[in-house]
């Protein structure tokens, strides 16, 4: 795919703008242990957590999928806040791209007033015209139904000239399932037999890389 600047920059949030492995793997840790299984470690947990609870939960935990719903999230919920860490230049890459006039929204798999309070907490609203998290619509990332929402209220439509910004396979699927132009960012680079269905078009290695390109 060729280079196509953006309009719009729908990113991803969890470890592509903030580091929340240390949380996540906590909550899933002590959701397996109450549900007497054997918990994930932390490379297991990046390796498989995409999908947002409420489609990758029942596959999970079955029919004991209630409780450990509320197992995790009361987990997270309990300190999520006090450990928020951006990553290093998120900040200013989210600052430049509005000082270019960039729409931003974010689409993430986090549910969506948990979502909105980290967001908040690091006074990080004021660069984004849409939050969108799991359960905000009938279907979450990468169902095409979320960036619906991620660019309502704009004029901007679904094309190229709206990157989708993430760091797993389900944030570049949610990008090309909607024509959009799919950016991996993370510090591995993309590997041969990664992302056959829809491959990325750029890779940055971290924010402060995207933001030296754009500059």
């Known amino acids: 795919m060729t280079f196509s600047s953006p309009k719009a920059v729908v990113f991803d949030w969890d470890n592509t703008l903030i580091d929340s492995w240390v949380s996540i793997h906590h909550a899933l840790s002590v959701t397996f242990e109450e549900m007497g299984m054997v918990p994930w470690t932390l490379e297991e947990a990046k390796d498989r957590v995409r999908?947002?609870?409420?489609?990758?939960?029942?596959?999970?935990?079955?029919?004991?999928?209630?409780?450990?719903?509320?197992?995790?999230?009361?987990?997270?919920?309990?300190?999520?806040?006090?450990?928020?860490?951006?990553?290093?230049?998120?900040?200013?890459?989210?600052?430049?791209?509005?000082?270019?006039?960039?729409?931003?929204?974010?689409?993430?798999?986090?549910?969506?007033?948990?979502?909105?309070?980290?967001?908040?907490?690091?006074?990080?609203?004021?660069?984004?015209?849409?939050?969108?998290?799991?359960?905000?619509?009938?279907?979450?990332?990468?169902d095409p139904v979320v960036m619906d929402l991620a660019l309502k209220g704009s004029d901007i439509s679904l094309n190229e000239h709206v990157w989708f910004v993430g760091d797993t396979d389900i944030d570049l699927q949610c990008a090309c399932n909607c024509a959009c132009y799919p950016v991996l960012v993370r510090p591995e680079p993309p590997k041969a037999e990664e992302f056959i269905e829809c491959k990325p078009a750029l890779h940055f290695k971290s924010c402060g890389e995207m933001k030296t390109f754009l500059s």
């Not at 974010?106 to 907490?121: M, Q």
């Open 51 to 142: 999908a947002s609870a409420r489609e990758s939960f029942p596959l999970i935990f079955g029919d004991k999928v209630d409780a450990a719903t509320k197992i995790f999230y009361d987990t997270y919920e309990a300190s999520h806040l006090d450990v928020l860490t951006p990553l290093p230049y998120a900040k200013e890459l989210l600052e430049l791209l509005v000082s270019k006039g960039i729409y931003l929204s974010i689409v993430s798999n986090k549910k969506g007033y948990i979502l909105r309070k980290e967001v908040s907490k690091l006074g990080w609203d004021k660069f984004f015209q849409n939050i969108i998290g799991a359960n905000d619509a009938e279907k979450d990332k990468p």
